[in-house]
């Protein structure tokens, strides 16, 4: 057996073994159980990154030809199976297997100390170590029928990974569950289809063009998997609920970052390797980016709860990395696999953060926060960068995919379709929620970490080394990959997933951060030459009123006058009656629908009967047809 198949069999079998073995250490070990699963994680990462280093060819393996399941007694398993036991092992697969097991290292360490208030959660560390084997599979998937399965399983951790303390978590729980399992039947619904067609279950056999109903069907139905594992629109709704009531390293380990990346990988499987596009089905991604970004980023804008605030921003942001896809370039599939990376980083940071302020506070409403910056400096310092980058602002790798998308839709422009033509909307829906998203978080960095400190907060400290190592760790890698994304990181990690980038601008992100750094330091100069004790310091002029300590000026004040504009009043109240939530929307339909059936047989057995007996005469009729 040669290394890397050996380097494959670790990969698939020590999260599993690891994580059904911690089912059975008792929760009073809570501490041994996460250094355990933190140890696991690390051997994870360790042969994951020598997978993808070894410089290997793209490359297909048979799990019953190579012998993998004959090593567990299942010998008499035919060849023939092998063909749905396929593993795909190139570039963007062995890519998104390395941040698989880095961010489960991160929120491992973080989950360490955190967990520890959060003991109702059972078996944490079980299934977070569970969702680490599952989603490393779902990656290494060229079956689709293994794809699904994998693919299925999370359904199940995620549901697990959030608590069901009070009826509104169990509501968000159940939500999660019944939109992430819905979505999964879709798709098994559109690989029955492909299977149909084309007569093959493997990816990298697959090439499918969407020039008819059934074809657009299996399409479609693949998209609606991908998009709501992603949570982009119109699928979006349950990520802001999870935000809201799961602990905060369940958001940052799942919706924040491995459903995204997921989600993100199977539509590029989908838009390059399964599908050949049309014009009028780029049209439909592109719409559905743009609706994306906005609409998620204006519900953002108004929200009070911080948790529910980083949700819809986890929502959001997908639009941009579904536009960067949807374009059908090697400048959009760079900007929008780099954007995918970008924002698993600093949102993971963020709620990261909001996980430290939460605990050491007890609070999650921006009005009752404010002041910390001072008792939590580095919690602080990491949301800055992580609010800086999600917003756009150069040299933050934010600002450097959104750049790559920006430079992809204009480029886009240059082609005849009607997608094409339509190039200006898509570019300046992505720059106005942009400024949205800095508008947003503005009022989450003021309202927690700016402003009076609240009386009640004095007390307040820093959390554990811990828990903000690997918000630093975030941090300095967003610096990182916004400094060097131009001549480092994009040659290097990214055209190999997606082709030779020739941008259509001056762009120099290194030389871009050394006249930012220049800037601020001959700034901060200034101020201490010219300024530096040149000022006084006199109490606020009320009209000849007291000046009250306690007075201070509530963030979230401001944006009420957005949800009160009156083009846009409606639209939030409609919002706030779930009228575009299309979980509630067909439970409601659901529900109507049964209760007309229910008032049919009015409980009456020989009415009953009759019912019954039409069903099962319709259901012969149909399959008669």
């Known amino acids: 057996m040669n290394s890397i198949h050996a380097t494959l069999e670790i990969l698939l079998l020590l999260p599993l073994i690891a994580g059904v073995i911690l089912f059975f250490l008792p929760e009073k070990h809570l501490k041994v159980k996460g250094l355990t699963a933190l140890a696991v994680s690390l051997v994870t990462l360790y042969y994951a990154s ?13 799990l019953v030809e190579t012998g993998f399941l004959n090593r567990f007694g299942t010998s008499y398993i035919p060849v023939s199976v092998g063909s749905y036991c396929m593993l795909n092992l190139d570039n963007l697969a062995r890519f998104i297997g390395v941040l698989i097991a880095f961010f489960s290292v991160l929120i491992l360490l973080y989950s360490i100390v955190y967990v520890d208030r959060n003991k109702s959660l059972r078996n944490y560390y079980s299934f977070v170590l569970l969702t680490l084997w599952a989603s490393v599979c779902t990656a290494f ?5 293994m794809f699904i399965f994998f693919w299925g399983f999370l359904g199940l951790t995620l549901y697990k990974l959030i608590r069901g303390h009070d009826e509104e978590s169990s509501a968000a729980a159940k939500k999660t569950f019944i939109m992430i399992g819905a979505s999964d039947g879709i798709m098994i619904l559109g690989i029955g289809i492909l299977w149909k067609i084309t007569g093959h279950f493997n990816i990298s056999e697959l090439t499918v063009r969407t020039s008819d109903a059934i074809r657009f069907c299996a399409f479609l139905a693949l998209l609606i998997g991908s998009f709501t594992k992603a949570g982009a629109f119109p699928f979006h709704t349950w990520v802001p609920d999870y935000a809201k009531k799961a602990p905060a390293s369940s958001s940052a380990y799942l919706p924040a970052s491995l459903d995204k990346l997921l989600g993100i990988y199977f539509l590029t499987r989908i838009c390059n390797d399964i599908f050949l596009l049309s014009g009028w089905i780029r049209l439909v991604i592109l719409i559905l980016g743009a609706l994306t970004i906005i609409i998620a980023v204006m519900m953002a804008l108004i ?33 929008g696999l780099f954007h995918m990376v970008n924002h698993a980083m600093y ?3 963020l709620f990261l953060a909001a996980g430290s302020v939460e605990r050491n506070t007890g609070m999650n409403k921006l009005e009752k926060l404010g002041g910390l910056s001072r008792q939590m400096p580095v919690t602080f310092i990491c949301s800055l960068i992580f609010a800086l980058s999600i917003s756009g602002v150069p040299p933050l790798n934010g600002f450097a995919s959104k750049w790559i998308i920006y430079q992809g839709i204009i480029d886009f422009g240059k082609g005849t379709g009607i997608a094409n033509q339509l190039w200006i909307v898509w570019l300046s829906m992505a720059v106005i929620g942009s400024a949205l998203t800095l508008a947003s978080f503005i009022k989450f960095i003021s309202g927690i970490f700016l402003g009076r400190s ?19 760790i975030l941090a300095l890698i967003c610096t990182g990959l916004g400094v060097f994304a131009s001549r480092w990181v994009i040659p290097a990690f990214f055209e190999p997933l997606a082709g030779n980038v020739s941008f259509i601008g001056v762009w120099d992100s290194s030389f871009i951060s050394l006249l930012i750094a220049v800037s601020i330091i001959l700034g901060i100069s200034v101020y201490f030459v010219f300024s530096m004790g040149r000022f006084r310091r006199d109490e606020i002029f009320i009209g000849g009123e007291t000046n009250r300590r306690d007075l201070g000026f509530e963030p979230t004040s401001f944006y009420e006058t957005i949800r009160n504009f009156g083009l846009l009043r409606p639209f939030y109240g409609w919002a706030e009656k779930k009228y575009f939530d299309i979980y509630d929307v067909s439970k409601n339909i659901t529900l109507k629908i049964s209760h ?7 409980g009456i057995l020989s009415n009953l009967a009759f019912w019954v007996l039409a069903g099962l005469i319709f259901m012969f009729i149909f399959l008669l047809m």
Do not use: C
């Not at 998937?141 to 029928?145: E, I, M, R, V």
């Not at 709860?305 to 960067?324: E, F, P």
């Not at 609240?454 to 630093?472: A, I």
């Open 50 to 62: 020598r997978l993808y280093f070894s410089g290997v060819a793209d490359e297909q393996i048979n």
């Open 347 to 349: 949102k993971s940071g």
């Open 596 to 602: 007309i059936f229910s008032a049919a047989h009015n």
């Open 303 to 335: 929200q009070h709860d911080y948790k529910k605030l980083l949700g819809y921003h986890a929502v959001s942001q997908v639009g941009y990395m579904v536009t960067g896809i949807g374009l059908g370039s090697v400048l959009g599939l760079v900007g």
């Open 454 to 472: 609240k009386t009640s907060l004095k007390q307040v400290g820093e959390v554990h080394w811990m828990m903000w190592t690997p918000m630093l």
């Open 141 to 145: 998937s060229d079956s689709l029928f």
